[in-house]
């Protein structure tokens, strides 16, 4: 008979989170993956290019209304001009309101480099701002540095010679040469394009007669009086600058171009026209741009008369290009447009784009780890669940968010969460929060019972609290007594201490318990000294809000007690008992007697006297102790300045103990001379002078 051994109980199968959602997702993974590396690549490029195309038209057509702006403030000018009796009438000659106007119009436009208007019979009247020629134009004038305009006029019908006159900023005729008498503005460009069209057109690039700089022109006919034409010059440099303000990124471009494909303006015009071989005033084609695909987009703009093109150059760099009317220029039809590179441009769209790629590439290729990360992602609640308890655990209770869920069971997990720690909150306002912080992270249970150690005890109360407040309105009382303990208790827990119970007006409190405080003692007495210091700045609110201050009495003794829990399995305090309690609250009631606010005992004096300064009060033997003993006053800091008067008190105390009646009375009234408000000395004069009444009678019997 073949024996069968008894196999052993196989344990279930338990498969985690984390595993079950690699099992579901590596199923669709192969399937659905490259479909959506593919659909999401696609998306965020339409999605780019839309926005580059929209936001590039956007710049153009601003660019454009910038440009416009610059030019109708010349055309206005040039109008307003021509609208001039003088101008109309040739009155050009020795005209100071006149040149007034021009030199006003010219400060107003800095864009400008002149104003001037020539009429068909060779009248010429003209107006250049020096400086903003290169300053070989000045070096060639020969001029005074304090010069700023060139007044050039030219009288045809008077008898008066040609004359140029440099002029200060101020109009004041600096110096005075005569001519130019070779010039003839009827011989000149802007003079015969501007008659033979009655629109304001921008003419240009060309080479400007006074300085043999190249600019532009923006003419127009006289439209009244004697017919001429009104004109200013913008030299290439203004308007380089101005579409350098346009450009968009490192590889941006801005330029202006006409109908025949001509480039009539460019943020390195100067650079093109230098470049070009001799051809009279022909201008640089578009081609000089050296762009491959600009040339097919702005064909087919013109077919389509869509704004916006996307081209490819012979990088491979893909552009995003948009092209605007300037309609300041008339029947010049000159055209802005505005390039950028599509990588510059929106260059962190195409960084996230190139990281999307990137992660969907590793999605495919890595399936199994990007489970794993979408496992962990699909867990993110129940980790912030376990953090937040582990928080809770460590009694770190900020505020935070109640975490909420599409799946019920975490959404009901996070709402428990949420109300256990306002719970715990809640119940650490009413228990010590070293007992709370002590149960949460050992998770014992809260038992009765307590321990015999060494504590710090301290009570305090309010001068006539009763007779302040019995006919206040109690809603009131409430409210700035509320604030009185609050600053108390931020005071002695400040200073590692434990605040027991509020009684009446009252604080209990005590150090070294639950936690332990070597320096309990030295605490304590820091924090009783913190709690007048906070206790005066609340009074003096409280007189602003004429409310009674609170004169807050303390008493603190050092000793061995009993510390735990007292009272029934349903309802305990945390507390201390024993004699320390006791004597800590006497010491407080002796107050009274004394005229002080700090009594402490001999012990806490023997513990902290290096660090703290005490004087010598009296020496009580109160009921239910077994021996006498010394009560000291708290003064201050022992690295403040030691006040003499406590100096002073501490010898005439020590004489007290060995020295008569008689002679301790004398030191007391002469302490007193000096310091007519000390209230322990007062009492100690009392009992002296009933002593000495007393032997006096026994001395009479």
């Known amino acids: 008979m073949e024996d069968t051994a008894a196999t052993p109980r196989q344990r279930p199968l338990r498969i985690g989170f984390r595993t079950s959602i690699i099992t579901v997702f590596v199923a669709v993974v192969l399937v659905v993956g490259l479909t959506l590396v593919w659909l999401s690549f696609e998306r965020v490029s339409r999605i780019t290019r839309t926005a580059a195309s929209g936001f590039i038209e956007k710049v153009a057509q601003l660019g454009a209304e910038h440009i416009d702006e610059q030019f109708k403030n010349v055309r206005d000018s040039l109008q307003i001009l021509g609208g001039i009796p003088a101008v109309q009438e040739a009155d050009i000659e020795d005209n100071p309101r006149l040149y007034g106007l021009m030199a006003s119009m010219l400060r107003s436009n800095p864009q400008l480099f002149n104003l001037y208007v020539g009429y068909e019979d060779g009248s010429f009247l003209e107006m250049d701002v020096i400086d903003r020629a290169k300053p070989a134009f000045r070096a060639s004038l020969k001029v005074d540095e304090d010069a700023v305009f060139r007044l050039v006029v030219i009288s045809r019908t008077g008898n008066a010679a040609p004359v140029t006159r440099f002029l200060s ?10 001519g130019p008498n070779s010039y003839d503005p009827r011989n000149r460009q802007w003079y015969v394009e501007a008659l033979k069209n009655d629109q304001t057109l921008l003419t240009g690039p060309y080479v400007f007669y006074a300085t043999g700089e190249a600019g532009y022109t923006l003419r127009m006919p006289s439209r009244e009086g004697r017919r001429g034409a009104l004109a200013g010059d913008i030299l290439v440099g203004g308007l380089e600058d101005m579409l350098k303000q346009q450009q968009l990124g490192a590889s941006g471009l801005a330029f202006l171009f006409d109908d025949a494909g001509r480039i009539v303006g460019h943020p390195e015009m100067s650079r093109l026209m230098a470049e070009m071989p001799e051809r009279g005033n022909d201008l640089p084609k578009i081609d000089a741009i050296r762009l491959s695909g600009l040339a097919p987009a702005i064909r087919s703009w013109r077919e389509s008369g869509r704004a916006q093109h996307f081209f490819d150059d012979a990088d491979g760099h893909t552009y995003v290009a948009a092209f605007h009317r300037i309609e300041t220029a008339g029947n010049a039809n000159i055209r802005l447009a505005t ?9 962190t769209i195409i960084a996230e784009r190139r990281i999307l790629f990137a992660i969907a590439i590793a999605f495919v290729a890595a399936m199994l780890p990007l489970a794993f990360g979408l496992g962990s992602m699909l867990a993110r609640s129940l980790r912030d669940l376990a953090h937040q308890t582990d928080e809770i655990q460590h009694f770190q209770l900020a505020d935070r968010p109640r975490l909420k869920s599409m799946i019920s069971e975490i959404d009901e997990l996070g709402r428990s969460v949420f109300t256990m720690r306002t719970v715990i909150r809640s119940f650490a306002s009413f228990i010590p929060r070293q007992i709370v912080r002590q149960l949460i992270e050992t ?10 150690r060494e504590i710090t005890a301290l ?4 001068e006539n609290f009763t007779a302040k407040t019995e006919k206040a309105d109690p809603s009131n009382v409430m409210i700035h007594t509320s604030r009185y303990f609050a600053a108390l208790s931020e005071a002695i827990m400040s200073h590692h201490g434990t605040v027991d119970k509020f009684i009446g007006d009252a604080v209990m409190a005590f150090w070294n318990a639950p936690a332990d405080d070597p320096e309990h003692v030295v605490h304590a007495c820091r924090a009783v000294l913190d709690c007048l210091r906070r206790n005066a700045e609340l009074n003096r609110r409280f007189e602003e809000e004429r409310w009674p201050p609170y004169v807050t009495r303390f008493g603190l003794h050092m000793g061995e007690a009993v510390v735990g829990n007292v009272g029934s399995i349903d309802r305990m305090n945390y507390t201390a008992l024993g004699a320390t309690i006791n ?5 407080e009631g002796l107050n009274k007697n004394y005229g002080t606010q700090v009594l402490v005992s001999e012990a806490v004096k023997a513990r902290a006297e290096a660090a703290f300064v005490f004087r010598s009060v009296d020496r009580i033997s109160p009921k239910g102790f077994a021996e006498a003993f010394n009560v ?6 022992r690295d403040e300045v030691e006040p003499p008067f406590c100096r002073r008190w501490n010898a005439i105390y020590t004489s007290m103990q060995t020295e008569g009646t008689a002679i301790s009375l004398v030191r007391v009234i002469r302490y007193l001379a000096d310091y007519p408000e000390d209230r322990v000395a007062k009492y100690h004069l009392e009992r002296l002078r009933a002593v000495s009444g007393q032997h006096s009678a026994d001395a009479a019997v």
Not at 171 to 177: A, D, H, K, P, R
Not at 339 to 347: G, H, N, T, W
Not at 583 to 587: H, Q, S
């Open 169 to 178: 900023d101020n109009l004041i005729e600096i110096s005075e040469v005569t």
């Open 459 to 462: 009570f305090t109360d309010v």
């Open 443 to 452: 998770g014992t249970a809260l038992e009765l019972g307590g321990t015999r």
């Open 632 to 637: 000291y006053e708290l003064v201050g800091q």
């Open 339 to 347: 390039v950028a590179r599509l990588d510059e441009f929106f260059s």
């Open 583 to 587: 004597l800590a609250a006497r010491l």
